[in-house]
């Protein structure tokens, strides 16, 4: 999803008008996300378009004192184009839902470093996200634990989450491995 968006926003910025359906090479994608390009790699790739393409988003906005209910998908349908004779995987098509593409159109998404999709561990991927958003163009954001672990969606004891926390910091601190 991100490396899609991503490529919206790039024609965007180019002055182009970005289609819902998004065209790309498998390859480029494996490579741009830091994932591995064998065999194996090309079937989750396509594993996570299906799990994609099976998640159901439903949220809830009021205005002028009605609520209105909305559930759709991120993505509405992906195809994949393989080589008949090897089965290698060549392109991709993507189409976005209508409310993830008026979300980049509008731009209403945040720009992510490339490097984002070097950090492993889906916890510091959500620690550099809640500081992509929060901190914007300042220097530094400062945050409570107890808020943190909430925003991080942790059901650990606060101590166990105090631990991986400063796990996560020192690592930083010794390898410089958090974008921005």
Known sequence: MIYCISQLVAKMNKGEEPSRTVRLQAYDLLVATNRQTSGEGYRLMADALTRLRGTTV???????????????????????TRKTFDGRMLDLEITLSDWVYRSVISKNVLTLHRDYFRLRKPFERRMYELARKHCGVKDEWKIGLELLQKKCGSNSPLRVFRALVKKVCEHDADHGHFPD
């Open 58 to 80: 439903r949220t809830n906005i009021q205005t002028g004192g009605v609520e209105e209910t909305r559930i759709f998908g991120l993505i509405e349908e992906a195809r994949i």
